[in-house]
């Protein structure tokens, strides 16, 4: 009786292949370079694994045995599937695939960088689908990135997980804003705030983002023993430049943010007197998408939309 081996040797089963293929021990030995009392070896191994001669005399050269013949399209398929393995990815080719790419963003990223992302991905690869999730403290990025139920997160927090990989984007000047029209704003130039009048005035701020993360803003300001006098909280970003265009309201942000909204709700920015550093954005992948033609493709795209918006870019 027949013994199934621990493990299958793939150069056993090409041997067995070309064995039924050629019927011929000289003519395999010949085509895989190898002695043909190696090849003789092989095939006695064979036999002893399948119990079955495979190969007997026939009236003109060998022939297979019935179970031999029948081995034959399994033993193609095997090594057909092996070779699937191991055969590197066909190229992505934008303009023909149909994929769904899912990025995650919190609503602080300026829109005039997520319009050019937009653009240039449906530019580029017309039959994709694009999804933009929503970031907040409920969710749990790092196993959506591993699960791969996300691609791509882009953001701007302090120390992002290390076992990720980052690229960065853009960095972003941290500038304030205030209805122009308010009595602060009509006495007082650009860059005129003083510090006292910036921690006293009544800010507008978004809500924790992160569990046990502030936010760039009042983290550098605890690390200065310094707080600002916030009196409205939003989980929504992108309604607060509306707040501030109809209150007393004073908001911290990027400098691409706030000019948005600065020509379109008449507001005023202003330098802040405090020397924050710049907003650093940056997009964060996981390892099993690294390699991913595809996803290289993603990130190359989000790159050059970052250096489209800024002149210039970081790899």
């Known amino acids: 009786m027949s013994r199934l081996p621990d493990h299958l040797d793939i150069h056993l089963i090409r041997i067995l292949y070309l064995l039924l293929c050629e019927k011929n021990v000289s003519r395999v030995a010949l085509k895989l370079n190898q002695p043909q009392p190696s090849i003789s070896a092989s095939l006695r191994k064979l036999r002893e694994l399948t119990g079955d001669p495979l190969l007997v005399r026939g009236a003109r050269g060998m022939v297979p045995t019935q179970h031999g013949e029948s081995l034959l399209k399994p033993a193609k398929r095997i090594l057909d599937e092996t070779e699937r393995l191991f055969v590197p990815k066909t190229a992505f080719v934008p303009q023909d695939e149909e994929r769904t790419f899912h990025i995650a963003a919190p609503d602080y990223m300026n829109t005039p960088f997520f319009t050019e992302v937009i653009a240039r991905l449906r ?146 920015s202003y330098v802040v007197p405090v020397k924050f550093p710049p907003l650093r954005f940056y997009q964060l992948w996981h390892e099993r998408v690294h390699q991913a033609t595809e996803h290289k493709w993603l990130r190359a795209q989000i790159s050059a939309a970052a250096k489209m918006m800024t002149g210039s870019g970081h790899s």
């Not at 023993?225 to 908001?251: G, K, Q």
Request: glycine share 4%; charged share 25%; with cysteine.
């Open 123 to 268: 530019r580029e690869s017309p039959r994709s689908r694009i999804v933009i999730h929503a970031l907040g403290p409920e969710t749990d990025y790092v196993r959506l990135l591993s699960d791969g139920e996300l691609d791509l997160v882009i953001a701007n927090w302090d120390e992002p997980p290390p076992h990720l990989h980052l690229s960065k984007l853009f960095d972003d000047p941290i500038v304030c804003l205030m209805r122009a029209d308010c009595a602060y704003a009509k006495r007082t130039a650009r860059d005129a705030m003083s510090i006292e009048d910036y921690l006293s005035l009544p800010h507008a701020a978004p809500s924790q983002i992160l569990p046990g993360y502030h936010g760039t803003i009042d983290t550098f300001l605890e690390k200065q023993n310094l707080r600002r006098n916030v009196v409205v909280e939003s989980a929504h970003f992108r309604m607060l430049p509306h707040m501030v265009a109809h209150t007393d309201l004073v908001l911290t942000a990027g400098q691409q943010f706030a000019s948005y909204y600065e020509k379109l709700l008449s507001l005023k």
